[in-house]
């Protein structure tokens, strides 16, 4: 059932070496295909990166940038930073198997919105193939939409590092249904 999908389904940072077959990435992609768009535009590009050396690449150049967020982050999100353990180290670009960049194509109207939906998609499939992701949004998207050779009208919206889960870690809490919904007005 979707809503057990979609309770199951959390956050992974740390990811196990072991690898598997790529199908499992195609197949949640073919379900990503089928998330609504603005004018059915279909504005989303998936690539696959597994070399070793280019997810060394992409994690350096992140992490270059994310040293400086870091040093300039204050208040609640350093707070909260600090309390999730969130550095600017991500060892994830190069743990997982697989990343999956996921960019848009800005031509298209809704180009974000129909990108993010998919996105949301693909998460899903990704639970109920028993893979793990989180969604990383880098800082340098323009730089590493560049290194792959991306066309300018490609947006990098997000990174998803894909594998299996190195812990056993559980889900944050959501909210209650009465915290986020309503009838007829706020």
């Not at 990503?32 to 590009?45: D, F, H, L, M």
């Not at 930073?81 to 060892?91: A, G, L, P, Q, S």
């Not at 990174?159 to 909210?175: A, E, N, Q, T």
Request: aromatic share 12%; hydrophobic share 35%; net charge positive.
């Amino acid at each position: 059932m979707l809503l057990d999908l979609a309770k199951s389904r959390r956050t992974v940072r740390k990811f196990k070496s072991e690898g598997f077959p790529v199908d499992k990435i195609i197949r949640c992609i073919e379900v990503a295909k089928e998330a609504p768009s603005g004018i059915n535009k279909q504005p989303w590009y998936f690539l696959i990166v597994k070399d070793p050396e280019k997810k060394r690449e992409i994690r350096r150049r992140c992490e270059k940038f994310e040293r400086n967020l870091h040093r300039r982050v204050r208040g609640e999100l350093k707070e909260w930073m600090e309390k999730e353990n969130i550095t600017w180290r991500k060892d994830f670009l190069e743990e997982a198997p697989y990343l999956v960049m996921i960019f848009s194509d800005i031509r298209a109207p809704y180009s974000r919105e129909s990108t993010w939906l998919a996105v949301g998609y693909f998460l899903l499939a990704l639970e109920e193939e028993g893979l793990s992701s989180l969604t990383y949004t880098p800082p340098p998207a323009r730089e590493i939409a560049e290194m792959v050779n991306a066309p300018r009208y490609y947006r990098l919206e997000t990174i998803l590092p894909v594998g299996y889960p190195k812990d056993g870690g559980r889900k944050k809490r959501r909210k209650e249904l009465q915290e986020i919904m309503g009838f007829d007005s706020f």
